[in-house]
């Protein structure tokens, strides 16, 4: 049949374009109906095939119904042509539901008229949904009630909806109870479990839904419970209202935008706030009410931010419209009439009356209905652009005012700000103001920019007016070398003869100063078209070096736009351009043509440049030449390096704008590695040494990478937290994003060999780390000063392994090893104090030491260190090595000595030093100091024990120091207990023992005579019985050198006399000795003078001590010889002489001379003893721990003999 043919039951089928095709079979009685086939055919793509029972036909309120339909199909095209052929008009479905291509539904309906069950599928292109409805219809009221759901396993939204919208898949399910009356106003229950949705790549899963409808809004909740975040939505949509209100709860928890694929940057951020919200509004402009959000934490894995609240206040009285945003960091307002979806079109408008030829400003004027002020105070963003990854920062203040009125077409913008950072740009100030005075736009700008060691101020200012703009450009810096200067221009923007837009520059002569050196702007003009750009004669010239800039650049051929550089220094192009990391040097010459420029671009350069230098390295001569490769849309660059030697280095490659790409392949002839000093700073610095290799440069621009393999011939760098230089010449291998050393051999300054492995990481040469291991023989692994550590320093030679690793922000040192020779370590406990005080030993450096005060040298070195250190060492010390314990390095005081021990150092960032282990002292010496005037050096004895527990200052100490003196027993003892003695001139030695912690030591002062008698040790006992006693005799004996007794003390003025002549002496004595101690590091010289003047005698003394070592520390000589003259003293000379040379560098084996006088040897009758020897020295915890040593040393030489017997065989 046709639509002609039932038209008179359907008009509107009239017109049909196509026959319908009706295949039934069926059956009919009184009260039933059975089709058992019935099929349907409209064109080739409507079609239907169901078999329908009708039982109760006679009464509609019984009639049951059951329908079976096998397949109802149809193509979006064919519906849309059905739809278009019943109503007349062209019709065109949404482009959504056109996706769905072909609808295909299969299922069937049972049940009453009254109560009917639909279950089915529904097939698209874009997915299955399956139904399983229930309808109800009330017969008397009309109403029509329905439940059920809707459920798919797979939609593929993505076709649905287009890619651009961002979904993907989803998996749901939707559960609806309703009901529809008879005016058609709804209302009912929903509730919805979305297991699983896309949405840009990333899958949401567990989404909750429950909420009311009815005609006129919805109330309800949507949770989403997802591993990256946690969203509740609580809210209420009324729509019943002329002005529809909203009012909705939210909460945020731990929501990750980077892993939710919502930021493309900021992996680590994690959001999470409340929303509470009252809104009414049916647009934009006449929304009114509030917005809180508060509770906001924004953290990523480094900090956290936390603002209180965020309110924003939208109020509306008669025509006057306010909005007030408020919270910790800004605070806004604004206030008067205004319409939200005008102001940037009205603005524009206002701004195209003085610029009426620049059609993007041709915005149609809206209504005018624009009269209001702008308030803003932001406060420093610092924090918050640190967390979200902001290019902008401010650690200062921010002021925003403006107005706009477009009744009266005037407007004003101002912004204020402090300490701004844009990108890696630092500005110390910015003050900004637009406005249009007078129908006159007139803008003015002042920044003050931040640079690495000065700051320039830059002025501008404009004024536009009837399509011509005035510019005036002013900048100068304030530290250094001058570079000012003050540029004048005029801007037209028109349309010519053939209604084109043209631009045209005028250039006012100007000048500048570059680092002290004027240079010349000469008068030019500029002239732009569409695809048409005209330079005439653009100069920046200082004498006979200039660079300039004529010609056309269009689609036409013979068109060239040149430049010409003539001896221009390119120091100046580092100084304007500022690209990081790279320096350059020397003097260019040569010129740039671009042909053809809007059409197919033909570029040619051939640049010269002498003294070429990069980062401060000297690369020599360089020749460029350059042409534009059309075909692959890059430049061609060929270019020869040579270097002082006369070696030439060959660089050829492209460099592609339009692909953002390069690469170049460099053969390098011993090309200076100076120019990774800016790379390399944070490990090391004054690189040294030439390369000599292949090497490619490439990538895309923004991230440029470098690779290949090089030999690297007499490189040097120092390691700058150790102060210790590395020398060497081997293969280096250069990989995208590292540097690879692997088995390069090392020596340090005086040739000690080593070895390294590791590699250095980065990121187009940012974002260094490294991991590099040191395999060290008797190498300088430490060599620092107190400025550089004031912690510990010294000069360590050591044999072991290293590891260094870390990055920029973090250095962390492991050392595992033990000290060899010439090794010097200091370690400062920062104390003062005097002898008897409790506190009187004192380590100090007296060689090293700089005078400037510690908190000083703490902050220079604060200062100068970038990075923090982490270090932990362990250490077997050796006797090689001379440990130097300062107490104040103010009054000079220290002890130093070697010996043996195992020392663990472990230093955090921003903790103490500790240490950990047990040194045992064999010798060493204690440098003392009295109020600055009494300088003594004590002697260590062997067995003295210094133990650590973590901190450096409380170490458990065990030490016996003792000071040997000459004294006279006349002062001590009475005449009547000197009868039977034959040297009344005898050797004393003070004693100090300290025991407990090293900063609160306990002491105990004792006096030994070493060459007295057990009788004459009796007597003088029995006179110092006392520990006020002993304290009098140490500080007569240490100071004037002789003993103390006060009842024997005269008060005549003659002792009176000779007691002050003592006291110079020996004052004189010590000064002198302080100063020859700092004449030389190599030779120890002291000089001693006394003289007494008593009633019953008189006597002098000139003492003179020599100590040096000769022979890199092989040869020892001690010395110490002088003259005495008293009436005791029958032989004026006396004197003592040693000499020791170690036979083997450890000086376990010694050969000895020496010649000591008798005088202090009373049962001698000899003037001098004099002896020859050998001696041989072996250090061990036990008699099994030496036989195992010596019995190791013989087998390791029978197995070299077995070695080199097979070798001669």
Same mark, same amino acid.
């Given at each position: 049949?046709?639509?002609? %043919?039932?038209?008179?039951?359907?008009?509107?089928?009239?017109?049909?374009?196509?026959?319908?095709?009706?295949?039934?079979? $069926?059956?009919?009685? /009184?009260?039933?109906?059975?089709?058992?086939?019935?099929? !349907?055919?409209?064109?080739?793509?409507?079609?239907?095939?169901?078999? $329908?029972?009708?039982?109760? &036909? @006679?009464?509609?309120?019984?009639?049951?119904?059951?329908?079976?339909?096998?397949?109802?199909?149809?193509? !979006?095209?064919?519906?849309?042509?059905?739809?278009?052929?019943?109503?007349?008009?062209?019709?065109?479905?949404?482009?959504?539901?056109?996706?769905?291509?072909?609808?295909?539904?299969?299922?069937?309906?049972?049940?009453?008229?009254? @109560?009917?069950?639909?279950?089915?599928?529904?097939?698209? %292109?874009?997915?299955?949904?399956?139904?399983?409805?229930?309808?109800?219809?009330?017969?008397?009221?009309? %109403?029509?009630?329905?439940?059920?759901?809707?459920?798919?396993?797979?939609?593929?939204?993505?076709?649905?909806?287009?890619?651009?919208?961002?979904?993907?898949?989803?998996?749901?399910?939707?559960?609806?109870?309703?009901?529809?009356?008879?005016?058609?106003?709804?209302?009912?229950?929903?509730?919805?479990?979305?297991?699983?949705?896309?949405? @840009?790549?990333?899958?949401?899963?567990?989404?909750?839904?429950?909420?009311?409808?009815?005609?006129?809004?919805?109330?309800?909740? &949507?949770?989403?419970?997802?591993?990256?975040?946690?969203?509740?939505?609580?809210?209420?949509?009324?729509?019943?209202?002329?002005?529809?209100?909203?009012?909705?709860?939210?909460?945020?928890?731990?929501?990750?935008?980077?892993?939710?694929?919502?930021?493309?940057?900021?992996?680590?951020?994690? !959001? /999470?706030?409340?929303?509470?919200?009252?809104?009414?509004?049916?647009?934009?402009?006449?929304?009114?009410? @509030?917005?809180?959000?508060?509770?906001?934490?924004?953290?990523?894995?480094?900090?956290?931010?936390?603002?209180?609240?965020? %309110?924003?206040?939208? /109020?509306?009285?008669?025509?006057?419209?306010?909005?007030?945003?408020?919270?910790?960091?800004?605070?806004?307002?604004?206030?008067?009439?205004?319409?939200?979806? /005008?102001?940037?079109?009205?603005?524009?408008? !206002?701004?195209?009356?003085?610029?009426?030829?620049?059609?993007?400003?041709?915005?149609?004027?809206?209504?005018?209905?624009?009269?209001?002020?702008?308030?803003?105070?932001?406060?420093?963003?610092?924090?918050?652009?640190?967390?979200?990854? #902001?290019?902008?920062?401010?650690?200062?203040?921010?002021? &925003?005012?403006? #107005?706009?009125?477009d009744y009266e077409e005037t407007f004003s913008v101002s912004l204020q700000s402090k300490n701004i950072r844009i990108n890696k740009t630092e500005m110390y100030a910015a003050n900004i103001k637009i406005e249009n005075p007078n129908k006159k736009i007139q803008a003015d700008a002042q920044i003050e920019l931040k640079l690495p060691k000065d700051s320039l101020t830059i002025k501008l200012s404009s004024t536009t007016w009837q399509k011509n703009t005035d510019l005036t450009l002013h900048f100068e810096n304030h530290y250094g070398k001058e570079l000012s200067g003050t540029l004048q221009s005029q801007v037209s923007v028109h349309k010519n003869e053939q209604n084109e837009v043209e631009t045209a520059i005028q250039i006012a002569p100007s000048e500048l100063m570059v680092n002290d050196s004027v240079w010349y702007i000469t008068p030019s003009s500029m002239l732009y078209t569409k695809d048409r750009l005209a330079i005439d004669n653009f100069s920046l010239q200082q004498r006979d070096k200039f660079i300039r800039i004529d010609g056309v650049a269009s689609k036409n051929i013979g068109d060239i736009i040149r430049v010409d550089i003539n001896q221009f220094n390119l120091e100046y192009l580092s100084e304007l351009v500022r690209l990081k990391g790279i320096q350059l040097s020397g003097i260019a010459t040569g010129f740039v043509s671009i042909e053809e420029l809007f059409n197919r671009p033909i570029l040619n350069a051939d640049m010269d440049a002498t003294d070429f230098g990069l980062n401060g390295a000297p690369f020599g001569h360089v020749k460029a030449l350059g042409s534009y490769n059309y075909e692959k849309e890059q430049i061609d660059i060929n270019g020869i390096i040579t270097n002082k030697k006369g070696l030439k280095s060959e660089v050829n490659g492209y460099i592609s704008p339009v692909r953002n790409e390069m690469l170049l392949r460099a053969e390098m002839k011993e090309i200076d590695l100076g120019f990774l000093d800016p790379y390399l700073s944070s490990f090391a610095k004054e690189i040294e040494g030439e390369a000599t290799g292949e090497i490619f440069i490439g990538g895309d621009m923004r991230a440029i990478e470098v690779w290949g393999k090089a030999f690297v011939n007499k490189a040097k760098l120092n390691i700058d937290f150790l102060k210790t230089d590395v020398y060497f010449s081997d293969y280096v291998t250069l990989t995208k994003n590292s540097i690879v050393l692997s088995d390069i051999n090392i020596t340090d300054k005086k040739g000690n060999k080593g070895k390294v492995n590791g590699k250095i990481t980065h990121k187009s040469f940012s974002e260094f780390a490294f991991n590099i291991n040191f395999l060290l023989n008797n190498m300088l692994v430490y060599n620092t000063t107190e400025i550089d550590n004031p912690d510990f320093y010294g000069t360590v030679y050591a044999t072991g392994v290293a590891n260094i690793y870390g990055d920029v922000d973090l250095i962390s040192i492991d050392v595992v090893g033990k000290t060899e020779q010439n090794t010097v370590f200091y370690i400062p406990l920062n104390t003062s104090s005097s002898a008897l005080e409790g506190n009187f030993v004192t380590f100090v450096n007296r060689k090293q030491l700089a005078a400037t005060p510690r908190k000083n040298r703490r902050k220079q070195q604060t200062e100068s260190t970038e990075s923090k250190l982490k270090i932990s060492v362990q250490i077997e010390a050796t006797p090689d090595a001379e440990v130097i314990l300062i107490l104040d390095d103010r009054t000079r005081e220290y002890i130093q000595g070697t010996g043996n021990g195992n020392i663990r150092l472990n230093l955090e960032p921003n903790e103490n030093l500790k240490m950990y282990g047990n040194y045992t002292l064999s010798q060493g010496k204690y440098f003392f100091v009295m109020q600055n005037a009494i300088y003594k050096t004590f002697e260590i004895r062997d067995g003295s024990t210094i133990a650590w527990d973590g901190n450096p200052y409380n170490a458990g100490i065990d030490i016996m120091a003792t000071y040997q003196v000459s004294a006279s027993l006349i002062d001590l003892l009475d005449q009547s207990m000197l009868q039977d003695v034959k040297r009344l001139t005898v050797p004393v030695l003070c004693k100090a023992h300290l025991t407990g912690e090293l900063q609160r030591p306990s002491i105990k002062l004792d006096l030994e005579l070493p060459t007295a008698d057990d009788e004459l040790k009796r007597r003088v006992q029995n006179i110092v019985n006392s520990d006020e006693m002993m304290n009098n005799q140490m500080v007569f004996l240490l100071m004037l050198g002789r003993f103390y007794n006060p009842q024997l003390s005269n008060n005549s003025q003659t002792n009176t006399a000779g007691m002050a002549t003592m006291i110079a002496s020996a004052t004189l004595s010590s000064q002198l000795n302080y100063w020859l101690s700092h004449i030389s590091n190599d030779v120890n010289l002291g000089v001693n003078y006394r003289q007494n003047e008593g009633i019953d005698f008189s006597s002098r003394e000139i003492e003179v001590a020599l100590t040096t070592n000769l022979l890199d520390d092989r040869l020892v000589i001690n010395s110490n010889i002088g003259y005495k003259e008293d009436a005791f003293t029958e032989n004026n000379f006396i004197g003592d002489f040693d000499v020791e040379y170690k036979i083997n560098r450890s000086g376990r084996l010694r050969l000895k001379a020496y010649s000591h006088s008798n005088d202090k040897y009373y049962i001698r009758n000899a003037l001098t003893t004099q002896g020859v020897g050998i001696l041989y020295r072996e250090d061990f915890n036990s008699g099994k721990n030496l036989w195992e040593y010596y019995r190791n040393v013989f087998k390791k030489k029978e197995e070299q003999a077995e070695t080199t017997e097979t070798t001669k065989e």
């Open positions: 049949i046709t639509g002609k %043919d039932i038209a008179c039951f359907v008009p509107s089928m009239r017109y049909l374009d196509f026959p319908i095709e009706i295949e039934a079979d $069926v059956n009919a009685a /009184s009260n039933n109906i059975d089709l058992k086939k019935f099929i !349907v055919r409209y064109g080739k793509d409507i079609y239907i095939d169901a078999a $329908v029972q009708l039982a109760g &036909i @006679n009464n509609i309120n019984e009639l049951f119904i059951y329908a079976n339909f096998n397949s109802i199909s149809a193509k !979006v095209p064919a519906l849309e042509n059905v739809i278009a052929d019943i109503t007349r008009k062209p019709f065109v479905l949404p482009k959504e539901v056109r996706n769905l291509r072909q609808v295909e539904y299969t299922g069937n309906i049972s049940g009453f008229f009254t @109560n009917l069950v639909a279950y089915g599928k529904l097939r698209t %292109d874009i997915g299955t949904v399956s139904t399983d409805i229930m309808l109800e219809f009330d017969t008397e009221t009309k %109403d029509l009630s329905y439940s059920g759901n809707l459920r798919s396993p797979q939609l593929q939204l993505k076709k649905m909806l287009g890619s651009q919208a961002g979904f993907g898949n989803a998996q749901f399910r939707i559960d609806v109870n309703g009901t529809r009356t008879h005016d058609n106003k709804y209302s009912g229950v929903i509730k919805g479990n979305v297991q699983s949705i896309d949405f @840009n790549k990333y899958t949401y899963k567990n989404i909750q839904m429950d909420g009311n409808y009815t005609s006129s809004g919805f109330v309800g909740k &949507i949770e989403l419970n997802d591993d990256n975040g946690r969203v509740k939505f609580d809210g209420d949509i009324d729509f019943s209202r002329k002005i529809p209100l909203m009012s909705f709860d939210a909460q945020i928890e731990k929501l990750r935008p980077f892993n939710l694929h919502l930021t493309k940057d900021n992996p680590t951020l994690s !959001v /999470s706030l409340n929303i509470a919200s009252s809104i009414q509004g049916s647009s934009i402009d006449n929304i009114i009410g @509030n917005v809180l959000i508060n509770n906001i934490q924004l953290q990523n894995e480094t900090d956290t931010l936390n603002i209180q609240q965020l %309110d924003i206040v939208s /109020s509306i009285l008669g025509k006057q419209q306010n909005i007030r945003i408020s919270s910790d960091i800004l605070e806004a307002s604004i206030d008067g009439t205004f319409t939200l979806s /005008s102001i940037a079109d009205n603005l524009l408008s !206002v701004i195209h009356t003085q610029l009426p030829d620049i059609t993007v400003l041709n915005k149609k004027k809206r209504q005018s209905g624009n009269n209001f002020t702008l308030q803003a105070t932001i406060q420093p963003i610092e924090k918050l652009s640190n967390i979200l990854e #902001w290019k902008v920062s401010t650690d200062g203040n921010s002021e &925003i005012q403006a #107005w706009f009125n």
